[in-house]
């Protein structure tokens, strides 16, 4: 079982998987890793059920398991699930996800 399946965001917070960094330049020429741009694609792993607005109901989360998205530069909350780094963010804190 994966990792992130034993584990259940709360609320209306998304848990994502970074996209891998690039680590090669288009010429072929090798990256070393602190010269590596931080990463800001990542695929959601797990989403929580959502907020609760002041009637009581429920408000879905607006990204769903498997889709691409764009995380702000800054932010998350780093998670290490067997022994992989996972971030969690709010939903609101999402900038942006990819159409398929």
């Given amino acids: 079982m994966q990792a992130f399946r ?22 072929g020429i090798m990256i070393p890793e602190k010269s590596q741009g931080k990463v800001q694609q990542a695929t959601v792993v797990a989403v929580g059920p ?18 691409k998205v764009l995380l702000p530069e800054y932010g998350g909350t780093k998670v290490v699930l067997e022994e992989k780094d996972y971030f969690l963010f709010r939903d609101g804190d999402i900038l942006g996800k990819y159409e398929e």
């Fill in 6 to 27: 034993k584990f259940l965001p709360m609320f209306d917070r998304v848990l994502v998987e970074r996209l891998a960094a690039e680590t090669m330049s288009r010429g």
């Fill in 50 to 67: 959502g907020n609760t607005n002041k009637d009581g109901n429920v408000i879905p989360v607006s990204v769903k398991v498997g889709d």
